[in-house]
């Protein structure tokens, strides 16, 4: 059974896949990033396809490299990561009361027989009206200029949103049941590579 490597430092990532009780290595992409393009789909999948070619590249044997990119866009405008506090809460402020999308980019390549995958996934999240006070407590909380759109949805981001339509694992970065999706294809499957005494609830 090819052994999977995540190419990715997303510490969720690894925590929702760590969560079902596979058992994978972790090699980091130093492949650049871009964050702009008419099609997000695209945008966000050349990410991912560029970051799981540069970690086959290095690899020998039975690997199946698994990479992913996350972006949120508002009005097909991408969010990506603030650059500071202030950049946070102004994409935090665009973002109250209003109706964005999260699109993640997957790429899937076997680094044995060359072969990849690609697909997509998008959920549509709706926030609530945040008051200043409320988001720059969301922002001192968080910190979050490791995240797309300066968000996330779990923990205190939790407060933020009202509404979303669609893979909920996709809104924290990895969608589970798309990858499932994909694995299935190269002839794996996540439910075969659970291991019930190392899952855990997040």
């Known amino acids: 059974m090819s052994r999977i490597v995540l190419a990715s430092q997303s510490p969720r990532r690894r925590a929702l896949l760590a969560a079902l009780g596979l ?8 492949a650049p990033e871009v964050d702009h393009g008419d099609d997000p789909a695209a945008v966000v999948c050349a990410n991912a396809r560029a970051k799981a070619a540069a970690v086959a590249s290095r690899l020998h044997g039975d690997k199946l ?22 950049e946070a809460r102004a994409m935090l402020r665009r973002l109250s009361g209003r109706t964005h999308e999260v699109v993640t980019g997957i790429a899937l390549i076997d680094a044995a027989s060359g072969r990849h995958a690609e697909d997509s996934e998008t959920t549509r999240v709706t926030f609530r009206e945040l008051s200043d006070d409320e988001i720059n407590a969301f922002v001192l909380a968080v910190r979050p200029t490791d995240r797309a759109g300066a968000y996330t949805v779990d923990g205190p981001g939790s407060l933020l949103i009202a509404r979303y339509e669609g893979c909920y694992q996709n809104v924290l970065g990895l969608p589970l049941v798309r990858l499932d999706t994909m694995l299935r294809a190269f002839g794996h499957s996540l439910f075969e590579r659970m291991d019930a005494a190392k899952a855990v609830f997040l």
């Open 23 to 30: 058992d994978f290595d972790v090699i980091v992409s130093d």
């Open 65 to 86: 490299v698994i990479a992913a990119d996350t972006l949120v866009f508002l009005d097909r405008v991408p969010l990506s990561k603030p650059a500071d506090l202030d």
